[in-house]
């Protein structure tokens, strides 16, 4: 099983831009927002590991509210039940963020998630073969 945290950055190591950062989206390395003429587009990682022979699950989830936490839980239960099965692999990536690498509060940043993580990347699951 594959757990992958998106938060559109690389917010460990100084909030530097990573592959799935989003199209305008400031970060160290690119404060003037990412310019696909010169970065390229950013990677839909989940969508691509979809298309692989041998992926059971390929599943993009959220952790802002409960009821997403809920869901989650269930998704990543399942990747882990896969993997003891012996089904394939499993990935759970989970849409995030970064309040201290995007420079805002933790309501802000939810708030951005919402509204440009999600239409990014799409909540929900990608791959699921039982």
Known sequence: AI???????????????????????????????RDVSLNGYPLKISNLLAQLEGTCLVTRQSVQNPAAVKKAKKML?????????????????????????????????NKWMEEHMFPAYPLGDLKNVD
């Open 77 to 109: 239960r399942k990747a882990f039940e896969n993997s003891m099965m012996g089904k394939g692999t499993s990935i759970v990536e989970f849409v995030s963020t970064c309040s201290s690498g995007w420079k805002m509060t933790p309501a802000q940043s």
């Open 3 to 33: 757990i992958f945290i998106n938060n559109g950055i690389y917010g460990m190591t100084g909030g530097q831009m990573a592959p799935t950062t989003l199209e305008g989206m400031a970060t160290s390395t690119t404060p003037y927002g």
